[in-house]
């Protein structure tokens, strides 16, 4: 049974073409859209929008072909990993230039549930025709209770829900 959803969007800068942070009521995960140009300056002083703190993040690409491209990665710091990342491609450690990254954090997420999501959205992404995964080794195979595995699948549907709002359907 489907039910209504209510979608908070918010825009810190007051700009679409800057971060968007997305929530639901009655949830207590937060998707944030970050265009690399906003990673550097990007900080948010109230803790539901914080991203120094564990969660997955995609960064979104094209590749020479013009073929959409998605790295699915998992931090304990997802501000300092994108930090990391934009870096890498700096010094030429890594290979793709990436426009926009999208953050999912949550209240209640551990080690565990993190690398539980990150693999199972590389998993996702690799059975999609519409995203090339560059993600080259995820977590596999994490074990969950029958109780986290519940709570994750209504969290995945959620961050889906949430990500199709902003133009991010992973599963096309």
């Known amino acids: 049974m489907a039910y209504s959803k209510a979608i908070n969007i918010f825009l810190p800068t007051g700009s ?22 906003d990673v550097a300056e990007y900080s948010a002083t109230d803790e539901d929008s914080r991203l120094d703190v564990p969660g997955i993040y995609f960064l979104f690409s094209t590749d020479e072909e013009k073929n959409e491209c ?3 990665g998992e931090a304990e710091n997802i501000l300092r990993r994108l930090k990391q990342h934009i870096l890498d491609y700096n010094t030429e450690k890594e290979k793709f230039f990436w426009p ?4 999912v954090k949550g209240k209640d997420l551990d080690k565990a549930l993190i690398r539980y999501l990150e693999n199972y959205y590389c998993k ?7 995203f090339n995964l560059l993600t080259q080794k995820s977590s596999s195979g994490v074990p969950l209770k029958r109780a986290e595995l519940a709570a994750m699948t209504e969290f995945i549907d959620n961050v889906n829900m949430l990500m199709g709002t902003i133009g991010y359907k992973l599963s096309e």
């Open 124 to 130: 996702l992404v690799s059975g999609s025709s519409r």
């Open 70 to 72: 998605v790295y699915v």
């Open 16 to 37: 679409a073409d800057g971060p968007i942070e997305l929530d639901m009521l009655n949830w207590n995960g937060k998707v944030v859209k970050l265009p690399r140009k």
């Open 100 to 103: 926009t990254a999208v953050c």
